[in-house]
């Protein structure tokens, strides 16, 4: 991930057909490991809407009980490094108590280990209701398309090692992707006033071309990779 804006990005793809370059935006998403256990929805154990800051997804369970949202529409929002957000859980009909976590991957690394990447929605969560919890974005998170994983499982008490495997077999997990926005303030002096800017800059670079033999990528036409 590259962050700013306003420069032009140039991508050639190499292969046995030629080469190609091209210029247009695009996406790469680092994401964590495939989540296994407590992935069967077919007991109504199920998210049925993740809402924080603008995002509003709203669904009915996913036949896999694991699914995975692209960052369009209402299924995707921008938070802003340093800022508090509210994150919104709605489950399904199921029976019992069930467990809720949310994993946030701040620093891109593919992994959901670090510190502060693990939020508890709850253990007592009841079916049919929504819980809430603040979710906070630490002021050094990497900025760009962020993967959070939400893990929702039948009768499991859910901890920050859960990410990735489980116990259990009912429950739903959700991937989303969000925009992380990094706010830079500058106190400039001009005409004799005190004003702050604020740049809000994130790119996002492609690689998702099938059969590449040989990748190279332009920062303002100076060679990055």
Avoid at 35 to 59: E, F, H, K, R
Avoid at 73 to 100: E, R
Avoid at 212 to 219: H, N, S, T
Wanted: net charge negative; with cysteine; charged share 10%.
């Amino acid at each position: 991930t590259i962050g700013m804006t306003g420069y032009q990005y140039r991508a050639t793809a190499t292969n046995s057909c030629g080469t190609s370059t091209a210029s247009a935006a695009a996406i790469l998403i680092v994401t964590g490991c495939t989540p296994t256990g407590n992935l069967t929805t077919s007991s109504n154990d199920y998210i049925s809407n993740v809402t924080y800051n603008t995002l509003n997804n709203t669904t009915a369970g996913s036949g896999s009980g694991y699914a995975v949202y692209p960052p369009t529409g209402s299924q995707t929002t921008s938070v802003q490094a340093g800022s508090t957000y509210t994150f919104s859980l709605s489950v399904g009909a199921g029976t019992l108590t069930h467990g809720a976590g949310v994993w946030i991957d701040f620093n891109h690394n593919g992994s959901y280990a670090d510190a502060g990447e693990f939020f508890l929605v709850s253990n007592s969560i009841s079916p049919s209701t929504t819980t809430t919890v603040s979710i906070a974005i630490p002021s050094g998170a990497t900025t760009g398309y962020t993967d959070m994983r939400v893990r929702y499982a039948y009768g499991i008490t859910v901890t920050s090692s859960m990410s990735c495997t489980m116990s259990g077999t009912y429950g739903e997990t959700e991937e989303i992707i969000v925009t992380t926005l990094q706010r830079v303030l500058e106190s400039v002096k001009e005409s004799g006033m005190d004003y702050e800017k604020s740049f809000m800059a994130n790119v996002f670079i492609d690689a998702t071309y099938n059969d590449i033999e040989g990748f190279q990528l332009y920062f303002n036409n100076n060679f990055v990779y």
